[in-house]
């Protein structure tokens, strides 16, 4: 697989989003299958793996670090602070505080199984603690040996500034697909000018993306998309125009629409990663194909037509959760 450069750190082309192998979609995958799974996609090509603390919590950095540990040195591994995950705080509570940074790269170390995190994101920008003081617990810690690049998830240009001044950013990690485009205005060019990369969540939609939902989808119990306004059986209705349009141009280019909204995306700037998750091997496969989709400039176009006839319909998030990203 061909690879990218965010900053000075060199990942794959595509990354895979470990997430919902343990948290968010569902009951967690049986650990046999998930570890399997994580191991066949380094079989193809794949380097970079992203996971946090806050998943599940705990159980998705210690199932990364057995899957990856045969792989040291081989792959890059991103994992995420900033969550309060004391039994006795509400959920989305933040803690950026430096002394909690330094505590939880510890404890992360111990469940990835590796002697250095290659990037470690602030998961969400904490309103209590300056980001300058985020940025220098995390230099600190590069200057200690415990992580070698700093990233931000979901944080505003004048925060990618302000945390970059004082640590150099090697990536911001937010969602970023053809039906959430918010960061064109003002984080793409910031990151661009800076020399960041943006590693892209998100990039089939939460699954809309691929043609396989619609307003009759059934969710299991546990799945985070039966809290999302954009996953309301209206909403997911509203926006099947939009997803009929891209399988159609999918299906001339003879390829899926995931493949499609992954190729589009890689095709947008040569440092952008997207990092799909997937529970199936089937899909692995398939998104890992995209890779080697090459999309002409009429092909783009094509895309961009398309999707412009749509209006995206229902928030991304529940408002509370909203509130932590674009700070």
């Known amino acids: 697989m061909q690879r990218r450069k965010l900053g000075n750190l060199e990942v794959s082309a595509l990354g895979l989003g470990c997430m919902g192998l343990s948290f968010g979609y569902g009951?967690?995958?049986?650990?046999?299958?998930?570890?399997?799974?994580?191991?066949?996609?380094?079989?193809?090509?794949?380097?970079?793996?992203?996971?946090?603390e806050v998943y599940g919590p705990f159980t998705n950095e210690e199932l990364?670090?057995?899957?990856l540990e045969p792989f040291k040195g081989k792959v890059v591994v991103a994992t995420k602070f900033?969550?309060?995950?004391?039994?006795?705080?509400p959920p989305l509570t933040m803690d950026s505080r430096p002394e909690h940074?330094?505590?939880?790269?510890?404890?992360?170390?111990?469940?990835?199984?590796?002697?250095?995190?290659?990037?470690?994101?602030?998961?969400?920008?904490?309103?209590?603690?300056?980001?300058?003081d985020v940025a220098g617990a995390v230099k600190d810690l590069i200057r200690a040996g415990?992580?070698?690049?700093?990233?931000?998830?979901?944080?505003?240009?004048?925060?990618?500034?302000?945390?970059?001044?004082?640590?150099?950013?090697?990536?911001?990690?937010?969602?970023?697909?053809?039906?959430?485009?918010?960061?064109e205005r003002d984080v793409l060019p910031t990151l661009e000018e800076l020399g960041i990369g943006l590693v892209a969540f998100g990039p089939l939609g939460k699954g809309y993306l691929t043609g396989k939902i619609d307003e009759r989808t059934q969710f299991p119990a546990g799945d985070f998309r039966n809290m999302i306004p954009r996953f309301t059986?209206?909403?997911?209705?509203?926006?099947?125009?939009?997803?009929?349009?891209?399988?159609?141009l999918a299906a001339r280019m003879r390829i899926t629409p995931a493949q499609l909204a992954l190729g589009w995306l890689l095709a947008r700037k040569p440092?952008?990663?997207?990092?799909?998750?997937?529970r199936k091997l089937e899909q692995l496969q398939e998104n890992a194909v995209a890779a080697d989709v090459e999309l002409s400039a009429a092909d783009l176009e094509a895309i961009e037509e398309a999707a412009g006839?749509?209006?995206?319909?229902?928030?991304?998030?529940?408002?509370?959760?909203?509130?932590?990203?674009?700070?």
Do not use: C, M
Request: charged share 25%.
């Open 27 to 52: 009951p967690p995958v049986e650990r046999r299958d998930a570890i399997t799974l994580i191991r066949a996609a380094v079989e193809r090509g794949i380097t970079f793996f992203d996971t946090a």
């Open 64 to 67: 990364v670090g057995e899957a």
């Open 82 to 89: 900033g969550a309060d995950l004391r039994p006795d705080k």
């Open 101 to 132: 940074i330094k505590e939880v790269a510890d404890a992360s170390l111990k469940r990835l199984r590796v002697e250095a995190i290659d990037l470690f994101y602030q998961h969400r920008v904490d309103p209590n603690v300056p980001i300058e």
């Open 146 to 183: 415990k992580v070698k690049h700093f990233g931000l998830s979901e944080a505003g240009a004048a925060t990618i500034r302000r945390a970059h001044a004082v640590q150099p950013v090697a990536a911001v990690q937010s969602e970023y697909s053809l039906w959430h485009r918010a960061l």
């Open 233 to 248: 059986a209206e909403a997911r209705k509203a926006n099947l125009p939009l997803a009929e349009l891209l399988a159609a």
């Open 271 to 278: 440092w952008i990663v997207p990092i799909p998750g997937t």
């Open 309 to 327: 006839k749509v209006a995206v319909s229902g928030a991304r998030y529940p408002e509370a959760f909203e509130k932590l990203t674009g700070r």
